[in-house]
């Protein structure tokens, strides 16, 4: 699973550092190897299935990408706690099933938490993502 941000930054030259000459576009990518089991339960309508599943998840910290001029990003959290939830419907006719599928991806623990001081207001990252698939299944019969 990949996370980040991009931000436009104002730059300016040394002689006039209130004259804004340009932006430049800084992107970070947090890329984390995630592990999310699921309970899931069907329902066969004959030829429409209906399913909803859920469970914890754990994202691992693996690497990031910045082109930010400070490269100072250890204060993120290398481990996010989150969970995974969602639904779908199957048609199926004979061995093909055709899929709409409905995820959401809630994260309990912050990817960075930074308290308030004297210089700063404080940062508190966390994230809440969704999906919509679609997907073709084949089916073996035994």
């Given at each position: 699973m990949q996370k980040g941000f991009q931000e436009k930054v104002p730059v300016t030259s040394e002689e006039f550092p209130e004259i804004i000459i340009s932006y430049k576009t800084c992107k970070t990518?947090?890329?984390?190897?995630?592990?999310?089991?699921?309970?899931?339960?069907?329902?066969?309508?004959?030829?429409?299935?209906?399913?909803?599943?859920?469970g914890p998840r754990i994202d691992i910290q693996t690497n990031y990408e910045t082109d930010y001029l400070t490269n100072n990003f250890s204060g993120y959290?290398?481990?996010?706690?989150?969970?995974?939830?969602?639904?779908?419907?199957?048609?199926?006719i004979k061995s093909i099933g055709v899929l709409l599928e409905i995820s959401?991806?809630?994260?309990?623990?912050?990817?960075?938490n930074?308290?308030?001081?004297?210089?700063?207001?404080?940062?508190?990252?966390?994230?809440?993502?969704?999906?919509?698939?679609t997907g073709i299944k084949y089916h073996i019969s035994q």
């Open positions: 990518t947090i890329n984390y190897l995630t592990f999310s089991p699921k309970l899931s339960v069907n329902y066969d309508f004959d030829k429409l299935i209906a399913y909803l599943y859920a959290n290398k481990t996010v706690w989150g969970a995974t939830y969602g639904g779908g419907i199957e048609y199926r959401g991806y809630p994260e309990f623990s912050p990817i960075k930074e308290e308030p001081s004297e210089t700063s207001a404080g940062l508190k990252i966390t994230g809440q993502s969704y999906t919509i698939s």
